[in-house]
């Protein structure tokens, strides 16, 4: 694993890498603020705009895949952060009315979205706001889910199969569909066609390394060892396997992938071979010769087109992966479906950067060289009202006490960070403690220079600017969960008559704490994660349900149990099996599983508000 960079920090770099990928193509333009990448003008025949993206870090994908013939609009986040819903609704807004003026009618959208968390929480309300905000847009969405290293693990999990790069397939599929003018209900039925027959594995020889990240945790594998069913994100795979060669390797793959496909008619296939970014292309050149004979060997076909290159990084990663598209299984779907010819498509022409695949198939008859004959082996929460009697208490001064207990919060996090960076280094993509320091830093400077206006005019308006200010600094899954939570706190308290400017009542506590119970109940109209899944919360149901304690209480002393409550609850974390988030996909031993990075993360807010709370008194 290389871990010397060019530059020494991701700080920037995801926006200057856009810049860069504008100035190689004159026909994008990029809106700076939501990191979305454009065409300036479509053709007039085009009534679909597709879009995708997801985290940075996978470069070209899926700047380098915005282009005729491609995608319309892409959205980034943070390196293997998903970006925010804010950001997508942008790029969702772009995509439908660039280039068009007032009276003209917007093209709809379809997203493509690969099934990760994060990505399907900030994609799936991005769209419910663009839902309501265009109404005259229609929206619709297909998730790429070919993973197939995941499957073993299903009836225990709950996430499902990851997106791989068979991601790029789609992209170019139903960019093409929606280039020939295809209605938004026949490209979204092709692209569930396509998905539905979509299946891919990756390995990789060593992990990648972040700029700037600290290298304690990063090397996990031995120097003979590699991983098979490897993710897009520097989560560790599957299984480590012992290195014995390409022959070994591409074997586990290709019989992986056959194992899975046994029902399909393999005489229409397409293979997808994709770089992760660290392997040389020669080698990748020999791989493409390997699997093709290694289907050969066992009385394949061989696939009617194929591809390689470096669609869908990982960084530097030295891995791969390997895709098979049944195109027959496609044409057998609908009849709509059936209609669509799959090589033209692939084969249309793109002005799309990185699209890396030869015309000549159109022309020439395919012609591999000889094999060899042996072959190795909300929501706006409805609101809870409950009847609750405190213990009257003295008045305080609000702006103080608010100020030290968000600023307490905010230092807290930052305490934390490295230990949240370890925890998902261990167990996710290792992005959770740069998450939450951006939240805490951006909510911290807006604190010092005074745009986050403590004094009021209410706790409803003072939740809804915080949540303002992490939905642009918070991408991946805990971006998308606060920003649910918070929006939910917002609008539960909007319905109470908190006047907060001058003093913190009984009352106004009481409303806060209900509308924190009600915003851990609009969670779960987004999650299906509950106590014992090892996620958020495992901290936030203890927490919500001490606050929920009826009768005569003193709310300090109450809001500091609640939070000796999540503590419990994240400490419950460590060891426990995943069944949602990344932590999903691993197959670590129960005893070397931390703390939840989320729950953690989650324990440190709270008790950071706590401290602050202290301090004031
Ligand atoms: N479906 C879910 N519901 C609630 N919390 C979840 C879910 N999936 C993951 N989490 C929480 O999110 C945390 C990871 O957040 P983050 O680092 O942003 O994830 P990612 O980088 O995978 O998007 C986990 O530690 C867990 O607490
Ligand atoms: O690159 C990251 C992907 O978009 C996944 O996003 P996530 O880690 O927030 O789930």
């Not at 009385?299 to 598209?325: D, E, H, Q, W």
Request: aromatic share 6%; charged share 20%.
């Amino acid at each position: 694993m290389s871990v010397k960079h060019l530059y020494d920090s991701i700080d920037g770099l995801v926006l200057k890498s856009l810049q860069g990928t504008v100035s190689l193509n004159p026909s994008l333009s990029l809106d700076a603020a939501s990191k979305s990448l454009y065409l300036r003008t479509n053709s007039p025949h085009k009534r679909v705009a597709v879009i995708s993206g997801g985290g940075a870090g996978h470069e070209p994908a899926h700047a380098g895949y915005v282009g005729a013939g491609m995608l319309t609009a892409c959205v980034a986040g943070d390196v293997f952060a998903s970006p925010s819903a804010k950001q997508i609704l942008t790029a969702i807004k772009l995509a439908a009315f660039s280039g068009l003026d007032s009276t003209s009618t917007p093209r709809d959208v379809l997203v493509i979205i690969n099934n990760y968390t994060g990505d399907r929480l900030n994609f799936g309300l991005a769209i419910e706001k663009a839902r309501s905000k265009y109404p005259n847009v229609n929206i619709n969405s297909v998730v790429v889910a070919d993973d197939i290293s995941l499957l073993s693990q299903a009836p225990s999990t709950l996430v499902g199969p990851r997106g791989l790069a068979g991601n790029i397939l789609v992209c170019k599929l139903l960019g093409a569909l929606a280039e020939m003018g295809a209605a938004l209900d026949t490209v979204k039925a092709f692209g569930d066609s396509v998905v539905d027959n979509l299946r891919s594995v990756g390995v990789g020889l060593d992990p990648c390394h972040i700029p700037g990240r600290p290298l304690e945790g990063s090397a996990r594998l031995a120097v003979g060892e590699y991983e098979l069913g490897l993710g897009l994100h520097n989560e560790a795979g599957v299984a480590k396997r012992k290195l014995q060669g390409a022959d070994e390797i591409l074997e586990v793959m290709v019989v992986g992938l056959l194992d899975v496909v046994q029902d399909w008619q393999m005489d229409e296939t397409v293979l997808f071979v994709n770089n992760l970014g660290g392997m040389s292309q020669l080698e990748m050149g020999a791989a493409v010769y390997d699997i093709v004979a290694l289907l050969e060997a066992r009385g394949l076909p061989r696939p009617k087109r194929i591809y390689c290159s470096s669609y869908m990084t990982s960084l530097n990663a030295p891995g791969f992966s390997v895709s098979l598209l049944n195109v027959a299984g496609i044409h057998k779907n609908a009849e709509m479906v059936a209609k669509t010819d799959c090589y033209a498509l692939l084969d249309a022409s793109t002005t799309a950067l990185a699209w890396v695949g030869t015309s000549a198939w159109q022309h020439e008859k395919f012609n591999l060289p000889d094999t060899p004959n042996e072959t190795p082996a909300a929501s706006g929460a409805s609101f809870i009202r409950q009847r609750r009697d405190t213990v009257s208490q003295p008045r305080r001064e609000l702006p103080s006490i608010t100020k030290n207990a968000i600023r307490g919060a905010c230092v807290r996090v930052l305490e934390v960070r490295h230990e949240l960076t370890q925890y998902d280094t261990l167990v996710g993509d290792g992005d959770c403690g740069d998450t939450f320091a951006a939240g805490a830093n951006a909510v911290l400077k807006a604190l010092e220079d005074g745009t986050l206006d403590v004094k009021g005019p209410s706790l409803a308006l003072l939740v809804r600017h915080i949540a303002d200010i992490l939905e642009d600094v918070m991408g991946g899954t805990i971006g998308a969960l606060f920003g649910i939570f918070l929006n939910a706190l917002s609008s539960a308290a909007a319905d109470e008559d908190t006047d907060l400017s001058q003093t913190l009542s009984p009352e106004s506590i009481s409303i806060l704490f209900r509308g924190i119970q009600a915003a851990i109940t609009s969670l779960e109209l987004y999650t299906p994660a509950r106590v014992g899944d090892r996620t958020i919360m495992d901290a936030l149901y203890p927490f919500g349900s001490v606050l929920g304690v009826q009768g005569n209480v003193d709310s300090q002393p109450l809001f500091a149990e609640a939070v000796q409550a999540a503590r419990r609850g994240a400490e419950g974390t460590r060891g426990m099996q995943a069944r949602l988030g990344r932590a999903a996909y691993l197959n670590v031993r129960q005893e070397d599983m931390p703390p939840d990075p989320g729950a953690w993360g989650v324990c440190a807010v709270l008790e950071g508000l706590v401290r602050g709370l202290e301090e004031t008194k």
